[in-house]
Each structure stands twice: as C-alpha cells, then as structure tokens.
C-alpha cells in the first residue's frame, strides 16, 4: 500500500515562504505522478500544482503561478512544494497526491490520484 505523509505546513506572515515536504513509501515513486492540492473552508478542493514522474513536465494554477514551485527527488521518494510571497488567500489544508498508474504527463483533475496524504495547515496571516 502506497502512503503519503505531508510535512512542513504552519503559520507564517504575508510575503514569507514555506516549503511543503511529501514523502511516499511506494517502491516505484518514480513512475508516479504527483500533484498539490488545498482546500480552504467552505471551498472545494483544487489542484495548486503537479509534476509527471520524470519532473520534465509541470502544471500550476493561475493564482500560484510565479510564487510555488513544485520538485521532486526520486532517489529520496519525495515531492516538494516551494512556496514564497505567501498570500492570506493561500491559507488552506494542503493534500499531497500521487496518481501509480504510470501515466505520462500532468494530470490536474483529482479522479486521477488514487493515493493522498492527510494534508498539513498552512495559515498565512496578514
């Protein structure tokens, strides 16, 4: 069974950074594609960010773009997401996401990751 665990979330002020570590226990993390996603209160969740499985291939929402930086080490089964110049509206639970079905590219649509971490606060305050 794959597992997901999110690190790095907390409080920070407006403009300052914060980066987001998902460590995964599959054996084969580098066939996987992985993606970030937030939910804030009363909001549905959605995709901030995503890789394919080589890294050679990025997504980023409109409101991120510029700001996140999505990365991913496959010696060490780890996503990152770099984020900086930190807005209140990025306050949310931010959900790690890993789709192991070996597909190519970026998927940004959250029927195609099949495994989440149980997501880490990440508060920006004004």
């Known amino acids: 069974q794959v597992q997901l665990v999110e690190s790095g979330g907390g409080l920070v002020q407006a403009g300052g950074s914060l980066r987001l570590s998902c460590a995964v226990s599959?054996?084969?993390?580098?066939?996987?594609?992985m993606a970030w996603f937030r939910q804030a209160p009363g909001k549905e969740r959605e995709i901030v960010a995503g890789?394919?499985?080589?890294?050679?291939?990025?997504y980023y929402a409109d409101s991120v773009k510029g700001r996140f930086t999505i990365s991913r080490d496959n010696g060490g089964k780890t996503a990152y997401l770099q984020m900086s110049s930190l807005k209140s509206e990025d306050t949310a639970v931010y959900y790690c996401?890993?789709?192991?079905?070996?597909?190519?590219?970026?998927?940004?649509?959250?029927?195609?990751?099949?495994?989440w971490g149980q997501g880490t606060q990440v508060t920006v305050s004004s």
């Open positions: 996401a890993g789709d192991a079905r070996r597909a190519l590219g970026v998927a940004t649509n959250r029927e195609a990751y099949d495994f």
């Open positions: 599959g054996r084969t993390f580098s066939t996987y594609r």
């Open positions: 890789i394919s499985w080589s890294g050679g291939s990025t």
